[in-house]
């Protein structure tokens, strides 16, 4: 097959599984969005009206998108591709390195695997190892394609038993992408999914650090992505020594500012809240512990008041929902 071949039949492939994911979205999007007025914020980042991961967690819970649709194309469409389509996508990715081809069909795959059976038809193709390879590519725009068809595929559970090999050159490829990059938003937001639960949260302790340099530089996007994966961490017990020991910059008090956007400090506060709690329900295992003066241990418990000062001040803001939940720190306090 030639390479016009190869990008027109891409292209067909590409038309007919985005105008499936546009049909997906119109009709599911509306349902999850119902349901999620109704229920408040849930943690998984649902990718597929099929297999979720189960929810946990405490105070705000974590939510996130399914990778966006690459293509608008919204035309109307009766069915997904088939397992023998998927195959043909696969082998394109392993046997081409022509850039637009390999976007393509990352695309395709990735608005694919927004249906859970195709979830783990792509599984049983080998599809995950492939795509995961492809973070490879020196191309950021392919890497970010790959991001997002991991991200959808991780919503499948067995699919993250698969994926979690990658996480390593997922945090690499996040904390060293541009700032606030696509590329990067693409990699916090599988970071997001792969700790929902608790089973993989420790193969990305030692870039925990990472995630509050983020916190502290991002822009508004960067820093609710991440702090939907620093939640997700912080509602684990097992994690919480790694989280109060991690070096934070000074400037990460300046979240508890009054004129922070709502859904930042909302998220920060949860953060905080559910590190406090753990530290009072484990007090004499962290007695025993030394903390570095720079660590978020001490920004919390130092002898500095500042944190006090700035949750005090918080507890007369304008929103009801900020009091309310500044009001469940100083309790723990």
């Given at each position: 097959m030639g390479k016009a071949q190869e990008a027109g039949w891409v292209a067909g492939l590409v038309l007919g599984a985005s105008a499936c994911y546009c049909v997906y979205r119109l009709t599911w999007g509306k349902e999850m969005s119902r349901k999620t007025a109704a229920a408040g914020e849930s943690r998984g980042c649902p990718a597929g009206p099929g297999r979720t991961l189960p929810q946990r967690g405490s105070g705000l819970r974590v939510t996130s998108s399914p990778s966006p649709p690459a293509e608008n194309d919204c035309t109307k469409s009766s069915s997904i591709l088939d397992a023998q389509h998927l195959k043909k996508l696969i082998c394109l990715l392993e046997s081409t390195e022509d850039p637009l081809i390999r976007e393509r069909a990352l695309i395709?795959?990735?608005?694919?695997?927004?249906?859970?059976?195709?979830?783990?038809?792509?599984?049983?193709?080998?599809?995950?190892?492939?795509?995961?390879?492809?973070?490879?590519?020196?191309?950021?725009?392919?890497?970010?394609?790959?991001?997002?068809?991991?991200?959808?595929?991780?919503?499948?559970?067995?699919?993250?038993?698969?994926?979690?090999?990658?996480?390593?050159?997922v945090c690499e490829e996040t904390f060293s992408s541009p700032l606030n990059s696509d590329l990067q938003l693409a990699g916090l937001r599988l970071l997001t999914n792969m700790t929902v639960t608790n089973d993989y949260q420790h193969l990305i302790a030692n870039s925990i650090s990472g995630l509050f340099d983020l916190l502290s530089v991002g822009n508004e996007n960067t820093k609710i992505q991440t702090l939907k994966v620093l939640l997700n961490l912080s509602a684990n017990p097992a994690?919480?020594?790694?989280?109060?020991?991690?070096?934070?910059?000074?400037?990460?008090?300046?979240?508890?500012?009054?004129?922070?956007?709502?859904?930042?400090?909302?998220?920060?506060?949860?953060?905080?809240?559910?590190?406090?709690?753990?530290?009072?329900?484990?007090?004499?295992?962290?007695?025993?512990?030394?903390?570095?003066?720079?660590?978020?241990?001490?920004?919390?418990?130092?002898?500095?008041?500042?944190?006090?000062?700035?949750?005090?001040?918080?507890?007369?803001?304008?929103?009801?929902?900020?009091?309310?939940?500044?009001?469940?720190?100083?309790?723990?306090?």
């Open positions: 395709t795959l990735g608005n694919s695997a927004a249906f859970s059976v195709s979830q783990d038809i792509i599984r049983n193709l080998d599809g995950l190892l492939v795509i995961g390879n492809i973070l490879k590519d020196p191309n950021p725009k392919i890497k970010e394609k790959a991001l997002n068809a991991l991200n959808n595929l991780s919503m499948n559970i067995q699919n993250q038993k698969e994926i979690k090999v990658f996480l390593s050159q994690m919480t020594k790694e989280l109060l020991n991690v070096q934070v910059p000074s400037s990460l008090i300046f979240l508890l500012d009054g004129n922070m956007e709502k859904e930042i400090l909302l998220r920060v506060l949860t953060l905080f809240a559910n590190l406090k709690d753990s530290i009072k329900q484990k007090d004499n295992a962290f007695a025993q512990h030394q903390f570095n003066n720079t660590s978020l241990f001490f920004l919390l418990y130092g002898e500095s008041t500042e944190c006090t000062e700035k949750l005090l001040s918080l507890s007369c803001h304008h929103d009801v929902d900020v009091k309310e939940k500044v009001a469940k720190i100083l309790t723990i306090l």
